[in-house]
T-cell receptor, first 114, second 113 residues
Framework: GAGVSQTPSNKVTEKGKYVELRCDPISGHTALYWYRQSLGQGPEFLIYFQGTGAADDSGLPNDRFFAVRPEGSVSTLKIQRTERGDSAVYLCASSLTRGTDTQYFGPGTRLTVL | AQSVAQPEDQVNVAEGNPLTVKCTYS??????LFWYVQYPNRGLQFLLKYITGDNLVKGSYGFEAEFNKSQTSFHLKKPSALVSDSALYFC???????????FGAGTRLTVKP
């Protein structure tokens, strides 16, 4: 079956611009997570959705980052006024429910801010 | 807050030899432990997890891991390494009731023919 998909696979933007990154989870998965992976590091938690609501956004680094999941499936991570330090691979994962369920990851979007 | 340590940046083994990739963790509650593998330009692939029950967990591609509560470890093992096992391996932990999963920095495994 189809796994988690993310678009675009690569995004190059200029400092100060606005970007949107999309995640399409596995069908039927109610939980969706966003992570950020910088070079040489493990993924870092950003935000968790259960259904349409952001149940935990404690990992978002500042108010330039925002994410939505309006219909409980596709999610969009939005970054305003991008900075060079935002350059990283943004990973999305989904799981059937929360709890002990395994998170399945998408291939990621590599964001480069020039 | 929970945390994970992978003490080795790099592990090198010869094909056919056993391999171990180390992981230790710290949580205040019950640990949920995971291993993922990442191939170049690809997302993380799930290998195995420990939630409760038998301390020895068997996963994909012949990998297994042993949960050791007294040593707070969850080392990944395979009896006979393959060249195709060469990749970046991540250990991760969730503190039972928390939402976020904390990952280690990763260990690069290289299996030489």
């Amino acid at each position: 079956g189809a796994g988690v998909s993310q678009t675009p696979s690569n995004k190059v933007t200029e400092k100060g611009k606005y970007v949107e990154l999309r995640c399409d989870p596995i069908s039927g998965h109610t939980a969706l997570y966003w992570y950020r992976q910088s070079l040489g590091q493990g993924p870092e938690f950003l935000i968790y959705f259960q259904g349409t609501g952001a149940a935990d956004d404690s990992g978002l680094p500042n108010d330039r980052f925002f994410a939505v999941r309006p219909e409980g499936s596709v999610s969009t991570l939005k970054i305003q006024r991008t900075e060079r330090g935002d350059s990283a691979v943004y990973l999305c994962a989904s799981s059937l429910t929360r709890g002990t369920d395994t998170q399945y990851f998408g291939p990621g979007t590599r964001l480069t801010v020039l | 807050a929970q945390s994970v340590a992978q003490p080795e940046d790099q592990v090198n083994v010869a094909e056919g030899n056993p391999l171990t990739v180390k992981c230790t963790y710290s949580v205040s509650g019950n640990p949920y432990l995971f291993w993922y593998v990442q191939y170049p330009n690809r997302g993380l692939q799930f290998l195995l997890k420990y939630i409760t029950g038998d301390n020895l967990v068997k996963g994909s591609y012949g990998f297994e891991a042993e949960f050791n509560k007294s040593q707070t470890s969850f080392h990944l093992k395979k009896p006979s390494a393959l060249v195709s096992d060469s990749a970046l391996y991540f250990c991760a932990v969730r503190d039972g009731g928390n939402n976020d999963m904390r990952f280690g920095a990763g260990t690069r495994l290289t299996v030489k023919p």
